[in-house]
């Protein structure tokens, strides 16, 4: 002890470790290091095991308690998915719709992430519990059948109105209505 002799090598390379991510959070703000990441790639590597282990509950509960104290993320994926969605939420909020364009310039990535949930659950490759959260913002899983029906009750209201649905191209306030009828009827 007196020379500074290691007994327990796994334990104290393990430490280290630790102090190397917590100067790794110090600097980027998380904890997050990627086994891509050219300076850190051992430093990544050892974040994944740390994964790997708590998965398979082979990692020790005071390594677990530590990682926990510097906010360590368990499943970055769900993680990140989680911000996607309240990103997703304060967009609607801004918006009152959840419809994201993939051609919105300053939403690119989440009009993307909206599409990519709208595929996934069309392959059922979507869990439930996120169909779920979707749902429970009002999200719309089929764009054209949303779009068709909005525009059906846009004729219905035209129809309770004027009493007939004869839409003029020449009506200034309904001319996406009359180009939508002319629409169905080149469909039919």
Not at 65 to 80: A, C, K, M, T
Not at 140 to 147: A, V
Request: with cysteine.
């Amino acid at each position: 002890n007196s020379i500074g002799f290691i007994w327990d090598l796994c334990g104290h390379s393990w430490n280290e470790k630790f102090d190397q991510l917590c100067a790794f959070k110090g600097q980027s703000g998380h904890c997050n290091v990627s086994r891509n990441d050219e300076r850190n790639k051992s430093l990544g590597k050892w974040v994944s095991t740390q994964r790997v282990s708590y998965k398979k509950n082979t990692l020790r509960s005071d390594r677990i308690q530590q990682l926990n104290s510097i906010g360590f993320v368990w499943d970055p994926q769900h993680q990140s998915w989680n911000e996607k969605f309240k990103q997703l939420c304060a967009y609607k909020a801004q918006n009152g719709h959840s419809n994201v364009s993939r051609n919105d310039e300053r939403n690119e990535f989440l009009g993307r992430w909206v599409n990519k949930q709208r595929g996934l659950q069309k392959r059922n490759a979507l869990s439930s519990d996120r169909i779920q959260q979707l749902n429970s913002i009002g999200f719309i899983w089929d764009l054209c059948g949303h779009s068709w029906n909005e525009k059906f009750d846009q004729l219905c209201a035209f129809k309770a109105q004027s009493g007939h649905c004869c839409v003029s191209q020449n009506d200034v306030q309904n001319t996406s209505l009359a180009a939508w009828i002319r629409q169905q009827r080149v469909s039919y």
